[in-house]
């Protein structure tokens, strides 16, 4: 657990050449030089490994160190990133952790160091040269662009492309970082407008850029001190230069791994922080929450976690009501008993149903008020009299309050909660530390608390983004938006360029927090921003309690309270993420080790596409390696389809996941949208790791099956309450196969403890190959024995979805085959079928030894990887949800003389006809597209029963 009080063992370290002559300082410069020289490392990439124990050395590898002269130190990290350090008289070389950079302790690069004609060469192999103009005095300027002088130039060859960096220039390529918040925001922030200086909590460029470089200036920042200590007072003061040169060309994903490298890996958050939350600025009593939770499971709407916002606590206006407070008023830690009587009680019955820890909502400014019950100890303390009315300043740099706080007024929730720093006052409060970045050191000392903790497996804490470094105390909250169509569209290329300085773990208000324009309450927002949050590092709505303007309403996020048409793609998406779990917390483990954020731009994989930097792909990202995303984030058309311009990366074909058509990569496409659509877009040849669909009873479809064996063996399906902090009993490989002849899936897992840091995980690996031998077609599935099989279930169901296929002909495990359910024998209890509504073929084995895995071979009649289903034609899973869905608005107005025809009819039963014969099926989607048009103009043209202009301005979009 120590290695979470970060950052430890980070003592500062005075230059040892100061105080020398400078012929003594030349000939160490000589030593320096010799031994980096004669370095040969297996350097080249800083990418951390998962197996490898985390940990930080702020002291490099004195081998990786050249001292140019009295004045000038630099440190080559890695192959394209050197740290440049200019000393003046009144200030000193420093190898201590800042708040901002926590390890150098790196591989050293292989590189040559020498003086020629009064330039100071590094060259780095296969990386960097560093020129730096020698100095010709003994005593420098002692303010000024010290490096600027010496003229100090990084440049180098990446993969062809020329990148170059000389003191003073600006970033003008930069493409976008973060901001300290975005509370009030309606619309959109810049992003590429910020300084270099990593102290800076209001704004933070991203280390990537098309200029090939990026330089942050850590000269004014916080250092840690030893162990135990409290901060010192920054180390430069302005005096001096302490740079981080990065310059890698296109060469995005090393760069933001260099940037892990230096200044830490963003730790991991507990597993279910990734499935779906609940959180309202409301005051709810534990009978509320009750209500809450029931009408969650009763909807069959996943439930992970909840939110208390401020009201959790006591409040002026409850103590008395002619203050003029507002309710979100802090400075109190006691619970409002009026609302919990027992609030320990409380904690016990949530943790039966896995949802506490819950996140406690905290507004510092106002810091301690007297009426505190802990506040007679507390003044002690800090040697302020006892009194109700006395009111103590929250003050994060002051050690005796931070002190006592912790001591005292933290543990009165329980000690076993989550704290949510919802506030900015930090910003604006006069610190004694020159420069002091108080927000990030308030978070720190949060996550300090929740690591000491015995009662968290796993600390964690949330707020807004403090400045380079924020990244290692996740989660990150982007503050209070305003509610509209332009915010949605801003927080997903916000979430985007914030991973470029490794901040990607942000959660937002889904659907906005507050309402200016009684637009708080549009069904149609509202469903597409829960559609993101799908895809996002947590779905969590927040609204405002107060009323929106012009309206008596308040901004609604209960997705039960609207219509069904946006209930149930909104319940559908919940469904989704919780099903979603597995691969996104791999995803996020995978991050950890490499370093390189989940949720990512384009551009972070694909670097030399023109088009991933272009407009159309400013709010396209990569959430993991398998998918793309591009959320609907504009309203739909009179005729109740958004459209929507899609570019997807090139080197795949990707499958688009609601509709099943395969679309080559590196194009660009016009697609539309209904409102139960979303665009993801699956690289062929993944595996997903998944669950089943959560419930609080056996899934439906199973019910549809007969025989008693077949129906046990597809049980365990997880609660819809809960689930997320479970590792599912039957895991899910949903496989596509799109034109991919061989593919792969992982899912990692563990105890969610901290225990990862060490490499102590486990990890599954799925494969699936290809075959065409003749009349039957072969797939070959494979999981293969897990790794730490003791952190995961010695036994557990796997199930392979395989989307875009015809009806298998027969499934062999272990050299038997199976028909539906085998009682007996090598297949006891695997069963398959086929659902022709969205052309996926099951198969459930139950019972898997976990550390023998398993192999199953599939066969089919109709190549899985043929035109027929994988093409742009290749739709009829999304296009029979269409054609449903007209059926049931035709059917809807049926009252006013519309009927479905007869054509429509016909096409409406196709997955009926596929289910009672198969070996029709491939005959019918053949003709599926020509029907289908039949049909519509066949209803269109009705001169009986025609339907209204809307429904067939609806059904030409949705069908043609």
């Not at 050293?108 to 004609?117: D, G, I, L």
């Not at 929250?394 to 050690?399: A, E, G, R, Y």
């Not at 609601?658 to 665009?679: F, I, K, N, S």
Request: aromatic fraction near 12%.
């Amino acid at each position: 657990r120590a290695v979470f009080r970060a950052p430890l063992k980070m003592s500062p370290t005075k230059n040892k050449y100061r105080g020398v002559d400078e012929k003594m300082a030349m000939r160490c410069v000589v030593l320096v030089v010799l031994c980096a020289s004669l370095v040969v490392s297996a350097a080249g990439s800083s990418q951390g490994q998962l197996n490898q124990p985390l940990s930080y050395d702020p002291s490099p590898d004195p081998a990786a160190v050249v001292l140019c002269d009295q004045f000038a130190r630099f440190t080559i990290l890695t192959p394209r990133l050197v740290r440049a350090e200019y000393a003046t008289q009144s200030a000193t070389f420093f190898d201590a952790a800042t708040f901002a950079f926590v390890n150098r302790r790196l591989p050293v690069p292989k590189f040559k160091a020498f003086n020629s004609s009064g330039v100071c060469q590094i060259h780095v192999e296969g990386g960097i040269s560093v020129y730096y103009t020698l100095s010709t005095g003994s005593t420098p300027p002692e303010q000024g662009d010290w490096f600027a002088a010496h003229k100090l130039t990084v440049n180098g060859t990446f993969d062809g492309i020329v990148a170059q960096y000389a003191e003073g220039d600006e970033p003008t390529g930069n493409l976008g970082g973060t901001v300290y918040q975005l509370d009030g925001v309606n619309g959109s922030v810049p992003l590429d407008k910020c300084t270099m200086k990593t102290n800076d909590p209001n704004c933070a460029l991203g280390v990537l850029s098309t200029q090939g470089w990026t330089v942050y200036n850590d000269g004014n920042n916080q250092a840690f001190g030893q162990q135990g200590s409290w901060i010192p007072s920054p180390y430069s003061n302005k005096q001096g230069q302490d740079l981080y040169v990065f310059v890698y060309g296109r060469q995005f994903r090393l760069a933001l791994q260099d940037l892990a490298a230096v200044a830490g890996r963003q730790l991991m958050p507990p597993r279910r922080f990734f499935g779906v939350w609940w959180s309202r600025y409301w005051k709810y009593s534990e009978q509320d929450l009750r209500r809450v939770i029931s009408i969650y499971e009763d909807n069959l709407i996943p439930l992970d976690g909840i939110n208390l916002d401020t009201e959790w606590h006591v409040n002026n206006n409850y103590l008395d009501s002619t203050q003029s407070k507002p309710s979100w008023y802090g400075g109190y830690f006691d619970w409002d008993t009026s609302l919990y009587a027992d609030p320990m009680k409380m904690v016990e019955r949530l943790q039966v149903l896995n949802l506490w820890p819950v996140w406690f909502d905290i507004h510092q400014s106002p810091g301690v008020l007297g009426i505190n019950s802990k506040f007679a100890e507390f003044a002690q303390a800090m040697g302020v009299p006892n009194d109700p009315a006395t009111h103590v300043p929250v003050q994060v740099d002051n050690q005796t309050f931070t002190d006592a706080f912790f001591k005292l007024l933290h543990q009165q929730t329980g000690a076993t909660n989550y704290w949510w720093l919802d506030n900015g006052e930090a910003l604006s409060q006069k610190f004694s530390l020159a420069n002091f970045n108080g927000v990030l050191w308030d978070r720190i000392k949060f996550f300090q608390a929740a690591a000491a903790n015995n009662n968290l497996k796993r600390p964690t804490v949330m707020g807004p983004f403090g400045g380079v470094g924020t990244h290692r105390y996740p989660f990150g909250h982007s503050g209070d938006t305003i509610t509209s169509w332009a915010t949605l569209e801003f927080v997903i290329r916000y979430t985007s360029t914030a991973s470029n300085v490794l901040f990607g773990l942000i959660t937002h208000d889904i659907g906005g927090h507050r309402d200016y324009d009684s637009v708080g309450n549009n069904p149609e927002l509202y469903t597409r921003f829960v559609q993101y949050g799908v895809f996002s590092a947590m779905l969590r709505p927040h609204p405002q309690k107060a009323p929106s303007r012009g309206t008596l309403e308040h901004d609604e996020r209960r997705i039960w309270q609207f219509p069904y048409r946006y209930f149930e793609p909104m319940r559908r998406a919940m469904q989704r993420r919780a099903r979603l779990v597995p691969y996104v917390y791999t995803a996020v483990m995978q991050a950890y080790s490499s370093g390189v954020p989940f949720l990512r731009a384009l551009y972070v994989d694909h670097p030399t596409d023109p088009q991933a930097f272009a407009d159309v792909s400013a709010t396209t990202y990569l959430f993991g390696d398998a998918l793309v995303v591009k959320p609907v984030s504009a309203a739909m058309s009179a005729d109740n389809v958004s459209r929507h311009t899609v570019y997807l990366p090139p080197a795949s074909t990707w499958v688009e996941w609601d509709t099943g058509r395969c679309l080559a990569g590196g194009a660009q496409y016009d697609l539309r949208y209904a409102l139960w659509e979303t665009p993801v877009f699956v690289k062929a040849g993944s595996m997903l790791p998944m669950t089943l669909l959560p419930s609080r009873r056996r899934d439906p479809r199973f019910d549809l099956r007969s025989g008693s064996a077949q129906q046990d063996a597809l049980s365990h399906p997880p609660f819809v309450v809960g689930a997320a902090e479970d590792l599912p009993a039957t895991l899910v490989w949903e496989v596509f196969l799109g034109n991919a002849t061989t593919g792969h899936g992982i899912v990692i897992e563990d105890d969610d403890s901290t225990n990862y840091t060490t490499g102590l995980y486990a990890q599954t690996n799925a494969s699936f190959s290809y075959d065409d031998p003749g009349t039957l077609k072969k797939l070959h599935l494979t999981v293969h024995p897990v790794t730490s099989p003791s952190l995961v279930p010695s036994s557990r169901n796997y199930e392979f979805r395989i989307h875009n296929v015809l009806g298998p002909v027969e499934v062999a495990l272990s050299g038997a085959t199976t028909d539906g359910g085998d009682e007996g024998g090598p297949n006891a209890g695997v069963v398959h079928w086929w659902e022709p509504e969205t052309l996926t073929a099951i198969v459930h084995v139950p019972s898997v030894d976990v550390v023998k895995g398993v192999d199953v071979q599939v066969l089919f009649g109709t190549s899985p990887v043929s035109e027929l289903l994988c093409s742009a034609r290749s739709d009829f899973p999304g296009l029979h949800q269409r054609v449903m869905r007209a059926k049931y608005a035709v059917d809807d107005e049926f009252k006013l003389g519309a009927m479905p025809s007869m054509a429509l009819n016909r096409v409406q039963a196709t997955p009926d006809r596929m289910r009672n014969n198969p070996a029709t099926a491939e005959a019918e989607l053949r003709v599926y597209h020509q029907s289908l048009t039949n049909a519509v103009n066949s209803h269109l043209n009705a001169t009986h029963g025609r339907p209204s202009a809307n429904l067939a301005a609806t059904m030409a979009a949705w069908l043609e």
